[in-house]
């Protein structure tokens, strides 16, 4: 592509080679804002020894997101992180080989299949919640891992409580800390090492059952996977299945898990909304239908004001195959593109006073994030755009209600600490807090 008179684009800076990988690393928020502040809109920076080119608000995101014409893909973008340990994920896959997997997987997503799920979901929180420790200080983000895996061995697997069901959590946990380990070495001991043994056990537990889910009556997210077909009859092999559950998991888990924490955080620091949410939730029968989770307007505020203060996913790469014009700026071809939610999620010709706590602003009559429609991407958009994002919303809602009418809670420090956001955003002392039975329980 020729374009006369393009705009430079500003070097970041940052160390010989590895540029601004700890930058990035230490505080990927002070990183974007730092560059957005001082370079605008287009960037380059180098990160992990590749030059990075960073387009940053919701024009950007829009652009890249669309992706109208095709340039941008996801597959090379995210293999670096993800292709080891959870290949042939949706996100690894691009064009119409993307578009055929995800229509045959949009079935484990539709209105129906979420309605199914919701009970398992239910009684598996209900379980969960009935143990957890009162009047003393636990860190939150470990209560809500360990009880989001509980759901989804449930709810993904139809797995019930049990000696299967810790092993292929411990093997999911490992495969996620692999996932993470700066040293990727398959040496004994080593997490990494430890992340491909979890994998490789995951493998055998799935594929050994796929018949079995194909031939059965259940109604859990592995079965649907199993029986997918679409209207050419077209199904997804063994290998798929397998491949698909495993990145499933990866996908809801740390991502909800996160939601929920920030969740947590913010209603501690803002009493009077968790009594306004817990009002809210107690004028609805328990268990909660899953039509009520449709009637928790304040609930979905504040879940989606958590997820635009904290989003749990930092950074969207892609890899733009042919040179583009992003703003008079000519970015070539075969580079690294990063768009960033942190950056459009706070700017103020969006967000009114952006750093503070404000639910509301998600009310039909102030509706800030329409002001652009890429300015809240949580998750993400375009067609890549999270397919769990209803079942996340569904499930983050509902345990919002089992939290609210079991438990009232506060900060066991003087203030929340600040987050890590990588590789998702969560706190780093892991949320501290104190949690005291209510009148309900
Ligand atoms: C609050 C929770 C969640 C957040 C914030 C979130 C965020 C995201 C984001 C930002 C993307 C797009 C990545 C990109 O464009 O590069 C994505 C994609 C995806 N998410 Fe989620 N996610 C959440 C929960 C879930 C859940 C519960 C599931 C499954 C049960 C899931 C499955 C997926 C899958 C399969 C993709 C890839 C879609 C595609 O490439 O077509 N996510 N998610």
């Known amino acids: 592509m020729a374009l006369a008179n393009t705009l430079p684009i500003p070097f970041t800076g940052g160390l010989p080679l590895m540029g601004q990988t700890l930058d990035y690393q230490r505080n990927a928020f002070d990183f974007y804002w730092r560059i957005f502040e001082r370079h605008g809109e287009v960037s380059r920076s180098s990160l992990l020894f590749r030059p990075v080119y960073n387009l940053l608000g919701p024009d950007a995101n829009e652009k890249v997101l669309l992706n109208q014409g095709g340039n941008f893909s996801s597959q090379p973008a995210w293999e670096q992180v993800l292709q080891a340990l959870f290949p042939g994920g949706l996100m690894l896959r691009d064009?119409?080989?993307?578009?055929?997997?995800?229509?045959?997987?949009q079935g484990a997503f539709s209105h129906d299949s979420l309605q199914s799920y919701h009970v398992a979901m239910d009684a598996a929180a209900d379980r969960a919640l009935a143990h957890w420790p009162v009047g003393q200080s636990v860190p939150f983000l470990d209560l809500v891992k360990d009880l989001t895996l509980d759901v989804a061995?449930?709810?993904?697997?139809?797995?019930?409580?049990?000696?299967?069901?810790?092993?292929l959590k411990q093997d999911f946990v490992d495969m996620v800390q692999a996932s993470i380990a700066i040293v990727r070495l398959n040496l004994p001991y080593l997490p990494y090492a430890k992340g491909l043994a979890g994998r490789k056990r995951l493998v055998r537990y799935f594929a050994q059952r796929v018949p079995a889910k194909r031939a059965s009556q259940d109604g859990d997210l592995f079965a649907r996977l199993a029986q997918a077909t679409d209207e050419t009859g077209q199904d997804f092999?063994?290998?798929?299945?397998?491949?698909?559950?495993?990145?499933?998991?990866?996908?809801?888990?740390?991502?909800?898990?996160?939601?929920?924490?920030?969740?947590?955080?913010v209603l501690a620091e803002h009493p009077t909304w968790q009594s306004r949410l817990r009002e809210e939730t107690l004028a609805l029968p328990a268990p909660l239908s899953f039509a009520d989770l449709a009637n928790m307007p304040l609930a979905d505020q504040v879940m989606r004001e958590a997820l635009r203060m904290y989003a749990p996913v930092p950074t969207l790469p892609r890899f733009a195959k042919e040179a583009f014009e992003f703003k008079g700026h000519l970015i070539p071809g075969q580079s690294l593109v990063a768009i960033s939610p942190l950056v459009s999620h706070y700017q103020r010709d969006i967000w009114s006073d952006p750093f503070q706590f404000d639910p509301e602003r998600f009310a039909p009559h102030r509706a800030e994030d329409r002001r652009h429609r890429f300015a809240w991407i949580p998750f993400g958009g375009g067609v890549h755009k999270c397919i769990g994002m209803h079942f996340a919303e569904n499930q983050v809602k509902l345990l919002m209600h089992h939290l609210l009418r079991r438990f009232e809670w506060q900060l066991a420090t003087p203030a929340a600490a600040d987050v890590n956001w990588i590789p998702i955003c969560h706190p780093k002392d892991g949320l501290p807090v104190i949690l005291r039975k209510t009148s309900q329980t």
């Not at 064009?95 to 997987?105: I, V």
């Not at 063994?238 to 955080?265: C, G, P, Y």
Request: proline share 0%; glycine share 6%; net charge negative.
């Open 237 to 265: 092999s063994d290998e798929d299945v397998v491949n698909h559950m495993i990145f499933l998991m990866m996908a809801a888990h740390d991502t909800t898990t996160s939601t929920l924490t920030s969740v947590v955080r």
């Open 153 to 167: 061995t449930q709810v993904f697997m139809g797995e019930a409580q049990g000696a299967v069901a810790n092993e």
């Open 95 to 105: 064009g119409a080989e993307h578009r055929t997997h995800r229509r045959l997987m």
